[in-house]
């Protein structure tokens, strides 16, 4: 994919700097590892009031990210969730000896690569990772490795219940998520169980573990958890049980290698054999076909700590010119920079995209004369934003 500017999180000021960059005329794309925009702001307070944004006397993490994302529409900027940044590369200047001709003005400066496989080639790259990349909490058990992506997997699950059809699902957690992913398994296991002529000796199920014996959800959650699971005692043809063990997995057995899935019926030998210890430090083992591992996320350098960047006490040091980093063409705003005075405030974020935006419109046009313009009175910026001027009477 071709863009001038690829901007690296979509946290608040990821998503105000695609405001900056589209009234001057720059095109952008967003990535982030989490499968929506928002970034912390929506991960760790969406519900929390913030009372710091300018003319919003209070709103919360959520409503703030809804209205950057209101205020963004105009641009059009195509948004990559669950898309983790593993590489940026620096593109040689294409040669002239064939034409004797300079590089065209708008070749690539940089070729950056997702995890996932997604490549971009760009004028610039932004960096507004905030204090990392939000990746899952890890599980730490023996014998994991081999069964992520067969028969382990971090966060929803409902698309390998939908091709996989397992019968016997572990929902590892014991937050609101958590409690989400056991419940819509539930669903999704009676939903093939309705459509299935197999004949089972027992029911589909699904087992939420928790290392506490207390669920840390939404009180109004975990009641209706608790009816569910109780309502689940009492199955039909059709039923799925549902239940709750107070402990932690300590070791998946197994190569991983059978957990491509098994038809629908199937199940009479689990895929997975897991240990399991209890609160009172008994262990036990488990059939199980498919685990869903909802830990909560933490903030992780991951990759970027190996760009080649400057790096001081794991944040990028920042020119306040145009919060350009030491690498030519790579900026940086938001948290995850650092220079004399910072303050992590998502308000300083937004004066850090707006002269950012400015550093990057010279790079990508190649000339220093970037016209400054009020939103108020300028025709050029009314049109991109698609909004017909007020006159005065």
Known sequence: MHTDVLIVGAGPVGLFQVFELGLLGVSCHLVDPLARPG??????????????????????????????????????APFHGGQLVTQVQTLEAPSGSETDTPPHPSAPRFRVTTAQGLVFEVKAVVLACGVGAFLPRPLASAGLDSWLGRGVFYGPIQEHIAHRHPHRVWVVGGDEAALNEALQSVEALKSQSKTSNAAFAEPPEVTLIHRREQLDAPRVLIEHFERVRESSL???AHGVKLQFLHGQITAFEGSGEQGAGTPMGGFAQPLMQLQWVDASAQTHLAGVDMVSVNLGLSPQLGPLAEWGLAMKKKQIPVSTDDFATDIPGVFAVGDINTYPGKKKLILSGFH????AAYGIAKLVFKTDKIPFEYTTASPRLHARLGVEPKRLA
């Open 39 to 76: 970034g912390q702001c929506v991960e760790l307070y969406a519900d929390k009031p913030i009372y710091d944004i300018p003319g919003l006397p209070m709103c919360t993490g959520q409503e703030l990210v809804d209205r950057l994302l209101t205020q963004i529409k105009p641009f059009a």
């Open 234 to 236: 009492k199955h039909d």
């Open 352 to 355: 850090e995209a707006t002269l």
